[in-house]
């Protein structure tokens, strides 16, 4: 992540808010309910996102990403085409050529989101 958290790592993450573009948060996978990643919000409801060439786009327009180098170009199907529906959130690992997220699963909902990480305060 950025800044890099690693396993075992003790961080501090706020349970109440709605996540914003490049948080990262900890959720439940759905693919294991009990399990628990770190990953970062890239696309919130309302938005059609987008990678090509290395770069994000949102809503057609593009957005800084430090991470959109590392992402490959891929079929993004309804992302792209059609909004993010109220509630969910498309999520990207920082270490994308092995990441499991959004790319392999789909959206995520609010529901699955535990907490927000808070910067700053890991120890």
Do not use: C
């Amino acid at each position: 992540m950025f800044p890099t958290y690693k396993e075992e790592e003790v961080i501090q993450i706020i349970s109440h808010g709605r996540p914003e573009r490049f948080d990262v948060v900890v959720l439940r996978p759905p693919e294991n309910p009990e399990g628990r990643y770190l990953k970062r919000v890239i696309g919130l409801p309302g938005e059609r996102i987008d990678y090509r060439g290395g770069k994000l786009f949102v809503n057609k327009k593009e957005v800084a990403d430090p991470f959109g180098k590392e992402t490959e170009d891929f079929n993004w199907g309804e992302f792209s085409i059609d909004p993010i529906s109220e509630g969910y959130y498309f999520i990207l690992g920082d270490n994308r050529s092995v990441s499991q997220d959004s790319r392999h699963f789909g959206l995520i909902t609010r529901r699955q989101i535990l907490g927000i990480v808070k910067e700053g305060n890991t120890k």
